[in-house]
């Protein structure tokens, strides 16, 4: 078993957390505010040395672009819905604005993603030799197609899906649609299991010392 104490504070608040599994309780709650405790501290001493006085000592005293206290005063206004309720719809301004630019510059000035994924959704099936159209897709091409097709069929709701075609392309597109996020689903649960296997392994070997 290890002597360290820096060991042995981390095997207990893991066990803390653990204990949450049986039922709510003292320990866990007393590691969860905690954790939440030391995050939020770390966060704004973080922001403070980082963000707040670079801005205030080299942007607006040294190089005197003032603008920023017009950001500073609106960021102050987030906190007029702790302050006063009469208040609080002031709050609404910087958060529309940071909302509006963050959406804005992600659209403007980062589309590589989207404009890729739009223009991987185009694929060519057939080739034109001599006046002949040929199929040239692999299987692989031709599921894709049929995945974002049926796919999209299933939210396409200009037409009835009494219909026929949208029915069956929309029924076809709802299995897709599940299996998709099942596949996320277990990739989300095994990435989960990972992270207890590693909190075993430290339990076991580093905490008991158990040779694994």
Known sequence: MSTDPQIWVIALTTLAVFSYLWKDNWAYRAVEHTFLGMSVAHAVVLTWDTAILPRVRTDIIGQGA???????????????????????????YPV?????????????????????????????LWVVRDGVFQAQ?????????????????????????????????????????????????????????????????FLLADWLGFGI
């Open 96 to 124: 529309g604005l940071a909302v509006g630019y963050g959406v804005g510059f992600t659209m403007a000035m980062t589309p590589r993603p989207w404009v890729i994924q739009l223009r991987d959704s185009f694929r060519s």
């Open 66 to 92: 003032w603008p920023f206290v017009i950001a500073g005063l609106l960021g102050l206004l987030m906190y007029t819905r702790l302050a006063s309720p009469k208040w609080s719809w002031l709050s609404r």
């Open 137 to 201: 897709a692999t299987f692989n091409q031709w599921v894709f197609v049929i995945v974002l097709m049926t796919t999209l069929s299933y939210f396409f709701f200009t037409l009835s899906h009494q219909n026929r075609a949208v029915k069956g392309s929309a029924y076809l597109g709802r299995y897709a649609i599940m299996i998709g996020l099942g596949a996320s689903f277990g990739n989300a649960v095994m990435g989960r299991i990972s992270l207890f296997l590693g909190r075993l392994q």
